[in-house]
């Protein structure tokens, strides 16, 4: 079992920036892939970006091309989401979630979530 923990969501005006984390715990060797993913309400969960642990590859959404990156923190265990230009419509549940194989984009592909942390953009 992997255990992931979700951190630094909160409020923030558009244009601003925010920083997410996500701490793994547990069996954390079995997973390589880690990805994130949002949901705002009364839509369906989406790909946002994922990383590998193993050779540091990464992908995103269009969506957040160039203003959002994701990364890896090996000795802590800890992947972030680092948001920038941040709009009111990325407002939404953010998930963190790890998987065995490569990254992808596809959330049925992931075995592990976490609980989520909530992201607000104001215009």
């Known amino acids: 079992q992997v255990q992931l923990v979700e951190s630094g969501g909160g409020l923030v005006q558009a244009g601003g920036s925010l920083r997410l984390s996500c701490a793994a715990s547990g069996r954390t060797f079995s997973s390589n892939g880690m990805g994130w993913f949002r949901q705002a309400p009364g839509k369906e969960r989406e790909f946002v970006a994922a990383i590998n642990w193993s050779s540091g590859s990464t992908r995103y959404a269009d969506s957040v091309k160039g203003r959002f990156t994701i990364s890896t923190d090996n000795a802590k265990n800890t992947v972030y989401l680092q948001m920038k230009s941040l709009k009111p419509e990325d407002t939404a549940v953010y998930y963190c979630?790890?998987?065995?194989?490569?990254?992808?984009?596809?959330?049925?592909?992931?075995?592990?979530w976490g609980q989520g942390t909530q992201v607000t953009v104001s215009s």
């Open positions: 979630a790890a998987r065995g194989g490569w990254a992808g984009r596809w959330a049925v592909d992931y075995d592990y």
